[in-house]
């Protein structure tokens, strides 16, 4: 196997990834594009011309940088670290609360429609409100017609999590709002509701 680094080519010690998973920031996802980029593996040969230019591959590397749909993860990730600290004092994540108040006020209770007003798939969903049927921050049952569907509702507790959190939030988005008022103006013109 060979890797290209800083246009010359090596032999990896390693293939690339790790086994334990760490959070992303920004910078860190960029430079780990970057990487896994200039890092392509190909089988070993003699020919040399069979190797990758890798100005090719600097080349991808920056067009991966400049994508729009990076570029909107990036500030996705960025957004959500900052509504976190906004809302710590409350307990809650910007995701709990984010999917809390989604249950608060869905006139369809069932996991399958919350997931899909979320815009996540149901086991991933699945997975964020059994931490918060854990914390005893929500309910979740079998609905009765239909066994293999389940519905989710917020406990008394849950509710007053959510009210606590709500003025932080509030506050959070009121900041980006006056911050950034063509992105959010442009943002509501792009993004499509809830399917």
């Known amino acids: 196997m060979i890797a290209w680094r800083n ?8 293939s690339f ?5 760490y ?8 430079i780990s594009l970057d990487i896994h980029i200039l890092y392509m593996h190909k089988p070993m040969t003699d020919d040399s011309q069979d190797a990758p230019a890798p100005g090719g591959l600097i080349e991808a ?8 749909g990076a570029r909107l993860r990036r500030l996705a ?11 710590a004092p409350s307990g809650l994540t910007s995701a709990q609360f984010t999917l809390m108040a989604l249950v608060a006020g869905a ?15 149901p086991s991933t969903l699945s997975r964020t409100l059994a931490g918060l049927e ?18 989710a509702w917020l406990t008394e507790t849950g509710l ?4 606590q959190a709500l003025p932080l939030w509030r506050e959070a988005h009121r900041d980006w709002e006056q911050e950034t008022p063509e992105i959010d103006m442009l943002l509501d013109r792009l993004t499509p509701g809830p399917d």
């Open 107 to 121: 006139r369809d209770d069932r996991i399958g429609a919350i997931a899909q007003q979320a815009g996540l798939d």
């Open 7 to 14: 246009s010359s080519p090596v032999r990896p010690a390693a």
């Open 61 to 68: 590397a920056r067009a991966v940088r400049s994508d729009p």
């Open 17 to 21: 990834g790790s086994a334990r998973p």
């Open 23 to 30: 959070r992303y920031d920004a910078d860190a996802m960029s």
């Open 134 to 151: 854990r914390a005893g921050l929500l309910e979740i049952t079998t609905v009765e017609r239909d066994r293999r569907r389940r519905a």
């Open 160 to 163: 007053r999590w959510l009210a």
């Open 77 to 87: 990730r960025a957004w959500e670290r900052s509504l976190d600290a906004a809302i």
